[in-house]
Antibody
Framework: QITLKESGPTLVNPTQTLTLTCTFS??????????VGWIRQPPGKALEWLAL???????HYSPSLKSRLTITKDTSKNQVVLTMTNMDPVDTATYYC????????????WGQGTLVTVSS | DIQMTQSPSTLSASVGDRVTITCRAS??????LAWYQQKPGKAPKLLIY???SLESGVPSRFSGSGSGTEFTLTISSLQPDDFATYYC?????FGQGTKVEIK
């Protein structure tokens, strides 16, 4: 049974760096073809993909946010960490992590999401 | 970058209606297309993958079709539990969503 859960601050100040952790179980990020992605959703708006990391440490970032994002994995802890620098109120959103497999390019399992508010 | 455009943005329908949502890509792509259902306050739920494969546990009234740049999600007989927002996804690009409302 695959589960994922996001954790991190619920409130960050503008210009601060956000660090979110995705802790998962039921799969290993060392397994060929497996990845974990981050997707966010501002209140009332659509889903927006942020970053992806694969079993082989291949990393992909949204072109529009690439300069602000870093994704890493800790295979021994079953965790993926996303950092986003220079937070702005427009970054207020629910942040999700999700499991993806290369064979289908589909986010088949999602965490419950964590709402991050950017405000002073 | 590929853009995914869904239509309509909002759809009003009644229980029992046949509903079709369209997703058009700005260019043809080599990866697969998926459809998700999202209810307020919940994470998206995978319905269809590889354009037409039904995810395990998803009711058979949901179906997907299409290829190239045009794809559709069809709900054959809308049920009360189906009122939600639906998103298409091609690799790292999501459509803008289609909200299915009660008529």
């Amino acid at each position: 049974q695959i589960t994922l859960k996001e954790s991190g601050p619920t409130l960050v100040n503008p210009t601060q760096t956000l660090t979110l952790t995705c802790t998962f179980s039921g799969f290993a990020l060392s397994t060929t073809g497996v990845g974990v992605g981050w997707i966010r959703q501002p209140p009332g708006k659509a889903l927006e993909w942020l970053a992806l990391i694969y079993w082989n440490d291949d990393k992909h970032y949204s072109p529009s946010l690439k300069s602000r994002l870093t994704i890493t994995k800790d295979t021994s802890k079953n965790q993926v960490v996303l950092t986003m620098t220079n937070m702005d109120p427009v970054d207020t959103a629910t942040y999700y992590c999700a499991h993806i497999v290369v064979v289908s390019d589909t986010f088949d399992y999602w965490g419950q999401g964590t709402l991050v508010t950017v405000s002073s | 970058d590929i853009q995914m455009t869904q239509s309509p943005s909002t759809l009003s329908a009644s229980v029992g209606d046949r509903v079709t949502i369209t997703c058009r890509a700005s260019q043809s792509f080599s990866s697969w297309l998926a459809w998700y259902q999202q209810k307020p306050g919940k994470a998206p739920k995978l319905l269809i993958y590889k354009a037409s494969s039904l995810e395990s546990g998803v009711p058979s009234r949901f179906s997907g079709s299409g290829s190239g740049t045009e794809f559709t999600l069809t709900i054959s007989s809308l049920q009360p539990d189906d009122f939600a927002t639906y998103y298409c996804q091609q690799y790292v690009t999501f459509g803008q969503g289609t909200k299915v409302e009660i008529k």
